[in-house]
């Protein structure tokens, strides 16, 4: 252990987007963060993933642009990655106080007796984040401060509304919220805290997929959002941070809607 901040982050999905900003708002309020990334690239092999995911050069530039982020290229898919990773959180500054699992995928573009993306969206959407809490929880209610430490997934809009030939992607949304909400419930008493916040139409790569499937431009994404345009990041983002800070414990079990107003 070579440095001890104030408080300890974990990020996944960390190279770009949505997880980026996440790692860059957390950095900025003074913590110290694990951006955690598959990195895989153009070449990632998910079925029915058209889009290239972010590649190694991007998480190291994340990381490279704070003293206290160090990236590290693990698959949310793998249990054991994700608690070596914690470890290596817990090595590197001897404490966890908080974990964001962003990590996700999106595709579709078929009604769901045509479209075979179930299983990627499962295993990363869903699995993934079960493994990242799976992982960090324990080392939250075993550290110095339980009561100030806490778990926050991005879910989305589709976590509470069907989405239009992404079935499979608004079970995992939906699935995500269900196990924020029962992971909150076993945390009772603990002081450690889950959280689900879901973004809308923000302007990442996704965003873009998605716009991709529907074969419209990412601006029309954006009718159901009374923001009237693409959401930043880093609002997201902001969100995301008010819900890792101590006074966030208001928001246990919940959903945070950081969709622009968005009306499905």
Same mark, same amino acid.
């Given at each position: 252990?070579?440095?001890?901040? /104030?408080?300890?982050? &974990?990020?996944?999905?960390?190279? *770009? ?8 708002? &957390?950095?900025? =309020? ?25 590649? /190694? ?9 704070? =003293?206290?982020? =160090? %990236?590290?290229?693990?698959?949310? *898919? ?20 908080? %974990?964001?699992?962003?990590? %996700? ?6 009604? &769901? ?40 997934? &991005? ?19 939906? %699935? ?12 009772? @008493?603990?002081?450690?805290?889950? !959280? ?48 890792? /800070? ?9 959903? !945070? ?6 009306? @499905?």
């Amino acid at each position: 252990m070579t440095d001890a901040p /104030r408080r300890v982050a &974990l990020v996944t999905g960390a190279a *770009r987007g949505i997880g980026a900003a996440c790692v860059h708002t &957390l950095a900025g =309020e003074g913590y110290a963060v694990l951006a955690v990334d598959i990195a895989a690239g153009a070449g990632h092999g998910l079925p029915g993933v058209d889009y290239p995911l972010a590649g /190694r050069e991007q998480l190291a530039a994340v990381a490279d642009a704070h =003293e206290h982020v =160090e %990236a590290l290229v693990a698959d949310v *898919r793998d249990a054991a990655a994700m608690r070596a990773a914690v470890d290596r959180a817990e090595a590197r500054w001897g404490r966890l106080d908080v %974990a964001v699992a962003a990590a %996700a995928v999106i595709a579709g573009g078929a009604p &769901l007796w045509e479209d075979d993306s179930l299983d990627v969206q499962w295993d990363i959407d869903v699995r993934g984040v079960w493994h990242t809490a799976a992982a960090a929880v324990p080392a939250m209610l075993h550290g110095p401060e339980p009561a100030g430490c806490r778990f926050v997934a &991005l879910a989305s809009v589709a976590g509470d509304h069907g989405l239009f030939h992404l079935t499979a992607y608004t079970m995992a949304k939906h %699935a995500v919220v269900g196990l924020v909400r029962g992971l909150a419930a076993d945390l009772a @008493g603990t002081g450690v805290t889950a !959280v689900a916040v879901s973004p809308g139409a923000a302007r990442t790569r996704m965003l873009e997929a998605t716009a991709a499937i529907y074969d419209v431009p990412v601006e029309d994404l954006t009718a159901h959002q009374l923001a009237g345009e693409p959401l930043d990041p880093a609002e997201v983002a902001a969100a995301v941070a008010f819900c890792c /800070r101590p006074e966030g414990r208001v928001l246990n079990g919940s959903v !945070v809607a950081a969709d622009g107003g968005f009306r @499905g």
